[in-house]
Every structure is written in C-alpha cells, then in structure tokens.
C-alpha cells in the first residue's frame, strides 16, 4: 500500500527554527510537495521537490532523499502566523497525490 | 479573479437527503479534483477530470457521483448522504503537469444527521 508519515503535532518558539520530517512509501514517484493549511481554511502551496537536495525559499526550506523516501520542511525565523498544519504530499505513478495526514505546528510566544 | 471557488460553504443534511457541491474555477485549469479530509487522515481523493466532459474515480469514490458539463464547473453529488460523508469537501485544480500545485477551494462542511 501507499503510505505517508509525519508527525502528529510540533511545538515551536517564536523566532527558532523547526524541522518537519515526512517519510513515504508510494508505488512510484514524481515529486513531493508541501503545503500549509490554516485551522478552517484550505491548504496552500509551499514548495515542490523532484530532485535530491535543498530548495530554498524565504524563509521555508524543503529537502528531499529519493534513495530514502524522506523529506523535510525547514522553517527559520518562525513568527506566530506560521502556528498551522503542514502536509506532505507525493505524486505517484499514476500520477495522483498521496496525502499525509499532516503535522500541526503550535508556536509559542 | 476568483481563482476556485465552492458552494455551498456548510450544510447540514438528515441521512437519505441529497444535494450537490459546485466547484467553478476561472482559471483555465483542465484537471479538477474533489477531496474529503477528515480528522486524522490526509486528504483522499473522490472523483477527478482530466476535462471537460471526463471523470474518473479516485481512492474513495461510492456514494458520490460528478459531472463536468463545463470546463470551468465540477459537480460533486450526494445521492442518499449517510453520516460517514460528514467530512470537509474541497474541491482543487491544477494544470496537468506533474510539478503543478494543486489550488484549493475554500471547502465546504458537510454535516449529516
């Protein structure tokens, strides 16, 4: 089957920096892609990996292993506004997206 | 421009009813999707279209049927809700492409009684 894990809940302090791990299990891949979700509202793009290695963005930075199906979401700088769920997501041969269950990042003052 | 957009935002209905979901985009956008999220499980997808006058089914497809009359509109129908369909609905599209993002509807909660 097709599998997609991320931890169930973070905590943060304003200002540190946070790392969110998602590990995956798909029949095939072609890219994986974060997005953010506010409570009550709908996820929006953060970024998209098809290639081993680091893609910067601001203040958000996403990593992906291919050989270890693992990726992470770096978040710097964090301010209150980044307190929401995050969900990883993986495109897989047919070409549809796998979804994680997503991770609620609670940041504190 | 509007970008996607969903109706009705809630609803409640009594098991047995049935209603439909519209979702109309303005963005030119040939791939539609129709998600659920419920608490604890990631998205899972419903019915899709690749075009206009297409659909296809997804990983959680009975009890709901679509149409796409209109490439700009995605219909999501509930013949006889039954309280397992109580759930947020989003509808999504995208371009076709494989490093396409998806962009989201604003949702719509469905609660059956």
């Known amino acids: 089957g097709q599998n997609i894990d991320q931890p169930t809940e973070m905590t943060a302090t304003e200002g540190a920096i946070v790392q969110i791990n998602c590990t995956y299990q798909?029949?095939?891949?072609?890219?994986l892609f974060w997005y953010q979700q506010h409570a009550g509202e709908a996820p929006t793009f953060l970024s998209y990996n098809v290639l081993d290695g680091l893609e910067e963005k601001g203040r958000f930075s996403s990593f992906l292993s291919r050989s270890k199906g693992y990726s992470y979401l770096l978040l710097k700088e964090l301010q209150m506004k980044d307190s929401a769920s995050y969900l990883c997501a993986v495109r897989d041969s047919n070409y549809q997206l796998i979804w994680g269950a997503g991770t609620k990042l609670i940041i504190k003052p | 421009n509007a970008g996607v957009t969903q109706t009705p935002k809630f609803r409640v209905l009594k098991t047995g009813q049935s209603m439909t979901l519209l979702c109309a985009q303005d963005?030119?956008?040939?791939?539609m999707y129709w998600y659920r999220q419920d608490p604890g499980m990631g998205l899972r997808l419903i019915h899709y279209s690749v075009g206009e006058g297409t659909t296809a089914k997804g990983e959680v497809p009975d009890g709901y049927n679509v149409s796409r009359l209109k490439k700009q509109n995605f219909l999501l129908g509930l013949e006889s809700a039954a309280p397992s369909q109580t759930s947020v609905y989003f509808c999504?599209?995208?371009?076709?492409?494989?490093?396409?993002?998806?962009?989201f509807g604003p949702g719509t909660r469905l609660t059956v009684l």
């Open positions: 999504a599209t995208d371009e076709g492409r494989e490093y396409n993002e998806q962009f």
């Open positions: 798909t029949s095939g891949f072609n890219g």
């Open positions: 963005m030119n956008h040939e791939y």
